[in-house]
């Protein structure tokens, strides 16, 4: 397994439309390994392919959650290959978000609060399932990442210009 490097914007390549996964082969396990790692490591909780520059229809996710207040967080990978968004809540939710490509900004987005997805897990099976919480939203997010669009396009052109011009000064200061 390897920690691969995370596309930042204003990379164009996070601006590419992924495409569909069409084999699960021993390639794509590798990728999805390293995608984890990847993402432990940054960390944070969601990961899609194109991210690391791998313009396909993969998404990586683990909440890691605690099971209880005080209790450790618990990994719980999912995989999502060509995931498709069958329909969604009327009911909104926000959520502060941030992400891996957009360092150490976070901004509310709304989302719909509940959707029914389908996708392939890594072993090749076709799940539908409603998905809602935490895991709506940033699954979401991650879908986002395979039309090329950030979360930061969801925002007011002066709330997006406000947040990149704070992560410009921060690379300076960095
Ligand atoms: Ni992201």
């Known amino acids: 397994m390897a920690i691969l490097p995370i596309l930042e914007t204003p990379d ?14 021993d390639d794509l396990q590798r990728l999805i390994d390293d995608m984890f790692e990847t993402m432990y490591d940054a960390p944070g909780i969601g990961l899609a392919a194109i991210q690391v520059g791998v313009p396909k ?6 909440l890691q959650e605690p099971e209880e207040e005080e209790g450790e967080p618990v990994k719980r990978p999912m995989v999502f290959i060509n995931p498709h968004i069958l329909d969604g809540s009327e009911e909104i939710t926000v959520y502060n978000e941030g992400c891996l490509s957009v360092p150490e900004q976070f901004a509310e987005v709304e989302r719909p609060a509940s959707i029914r997805a389908s996708w392939m897990d890594r072993d090749g099976r076709i799940r539908e399932e409603r998905i809602e919480g935490l895991l709506a939203t940033c699954l ?5 990442h395979l039309e090329g669009v950030l979360f930061i396009d969801h925002l007011s052109r ?5 947040l990149l011009k704070k992560l410009t000064k921060a690379r300076k200061a960095a």
């Open 140 to 144: 979401q997010h991650e879908m986002d």
């Open 158 to 162: 002066l709330k997006r210009e406000m």
């Open 57 to 62: 229809r993969v998404l990586v996710i683990d």
């Open 12 to 25: 164009p390549r996070l601006r590419t439309i992924s495409t569909p996964v069409e084999a699960i082969d």
